[in-house]
């Protein structure tokens, strides 16, 4: 006996099209006939990811041309395998406005990519963008997004004024001002990951936001005392979760942070601190 796709219940379809990407739904279901294409407009919530497999230009072109009638809710998008897709992009949702849009992430985009996205789209609850050109960027270049809670950017510099619903924020290239400014900026802030390395001068004291109670750090030769110095200025830490970007030049830092003496006085100072080092 022959079992054809199409005979299958509707309930079976969606528990295929719940192990498969957006794109590969896209390319093998969409308008093959109007049944697939319906079901597939009921999905809610979708993600798209044109970062993660290559796309031939028509493909892509096909499959941007599809998105105004389904749910989409997240994109991440690079030119990683397409070196227009980013410009190509953004022409096509400027024109055509995706209204379930609430997480975007920008990998290597322009400045200028990146404030006709953001402010096209100031309803976005995730943000995150990820470039080798934020030295160039200016201050404030982002607009003020009042439902953003999780964000992702290379400075908070970026951000313009004091987001009071981010919760939970990343900074690839966290400098000492954005250290003294977290406060200021992200008030309620309760998870915070950071890349620091020993340019950074620590400041005799930060006032954390009150809130915070998560730590990720990714230290490049960080040493230990400056570190501690840190982590005893967050007073209602929680979880810590410590890692080196580079092993074989952080070797001088890793004996004080696999010692348990060294830990003693944060320990005292923290109640019930959970922590992993990641070497």
């Not at 796709?5 to 379809?13: G, R, T």
């Not at 006709?116 to 995730?126: I, N």
């Not at 998560?214 to 979760?241: C, D, G, H, P, Q």
């Not at 952080?250 to 601190?273: M, T």
Request: charged fraction near 15%; glycine fraction near 0%.
């Amino acid at each position: 006996m022959i079992l054809m796709l199409e005979d299958l219940p509707n309930e079976l379809l969606l528990f295929i099209f719940n192990h498969l990407s957006i794109i590969d739904i896209l390319c093998c279901f969409y308008c093959l006939n109007r049944r697939f294409s319906s079901l597939i407009q009921t999905i809610k919530h979708l993600h798209i990811d044109f970062s993660c497999q290559p796309l031939s230009k028509t493909q892509f072109i096909y499959i941007i041309n599809q998105l105004h009638t389904l749910n989409i809710k997240s994109i991440q998008i690079s030119n990683r395998y397409y070196i227009d897709a980013i410009p190509i992009f953004i022409s096509y949702i400027l024109r055509t406005k995706l209204i379930h849009l609430r997480s975007f992430t920008l990998i290597d985009a322009d400045r200028n990519t990146i404030v006709k996205l953001t402010h096209s789209y100031p309803k976005l609850t995730t943000l995150s963008i990820e470039s080798l050109l934020w030295r160039s960027m200016p201050r404030r270049l982002l607009p003020y997004f009042s439902n953003l809670t999780h964000c992702r950017l290379s400075t908070l510099d970026l951000l313009n004024g004091c987001h009071t619903n981010i919760i939970n924020l990343t900074l690839d290239h966290c400098t000492t001002d954005n250290l003294i400014q977290l406060n200021t900026y992200v008030p309620n802030l309760r998870s915070l990951t950071l890349i620091l390395n020993n340019c950074i001068n620590i400041p005799a004291t930060i006032n954390f936001p009150i809130h915070l109670v998560s730590l990720k750090l990714i230290l490049r030769s960080v040493l230990f005392n400056e570190f501690e110095r840190l982590i005893m200025m967050i007073k209602y830490i929680k979880n810590l979760t410590v890692s080196f970007s580079n092993t074989e030049h952080e070797v001088h830092c890793f004996d004080q942070y696999l010692s348990g003496e060294s830990w003693f006085a944060i320990n005292k100072y923290v109640d019930n601190l959970q922590f992993n080092i990641i070497v």
